[in-house]
């Protein structure tokens, strides 16, 4: 237990230096919500807010921050014209793929330090792990935001 644990705190610190290495992201809970965005057609707020886990009236704020800083647009639905769609603009998928290009940097350093065998081991474990951990990846927003 005491080695995942420590994983995490490794993971978490990762996440936290390719949040710095980005000045358009003020915190998390923006750079959770681009993330979903990227990954996902466009998306109503209230969508957008159950995916991120926060309120409708916080999920409005945080989205009328992201689109003041052209991060994010929002345009009609036509299907529901009482309703808007949210998604990203180039810059808010440039600033997302800057983010990920942070994250694979600060670990790849860390498994060139491993031998093959202990990758190979690392990715072993890892798969199982992920898959034991289903049902939260389905709900949880790291799952959505950090996957491949």
């Known amino acids: 237990m005491s080695a995942v644990l420590d994983a995490c705190r490794i993971l978490v610190a990762i996440t936290a230096r390719s949040m710095a290495a980005v000045a358009e992201v003020g915190d998390l809970l923006e750079l959770r919500a681009l993330v979903v965005l990227s990954g996902q057609p466009p998306m109503s707020l209230g969508t957008l807010a159950d995916a991120v886990g926060i309120h409708l009236t916080r999920a409005s704020r945080l989205c009328d921050r992201l689109v003041a800083?052209?991060?994010?647009?929002?345009?009609?639905?036509?299907?529901?014209r009482r309703q808007l769609l949210l998604q990203l603009t180039k810059e808010g998928h440039d600033v997302v793929a800057k983010v990920m290009q942070e994250r694979e940097g600060q670990i790849r350093p860390i498994l060139a330090r491993m031998t093959p065998n202990e990758r190979k081991g690392l990715v072993t474990a890892l798969g199982p792990f992920a898959q034991a951990a289903d049902g939260l990846a389905r709900t949880d927003?790291?799952?959505l935001g950090w996957s491949p």
């Open 69 to 80: 800083r052209g991060l994010i647009d929002r345009t009609d639905d036509p299907g529901n």
């Open 141 to 143: 927003l790291w799952a």
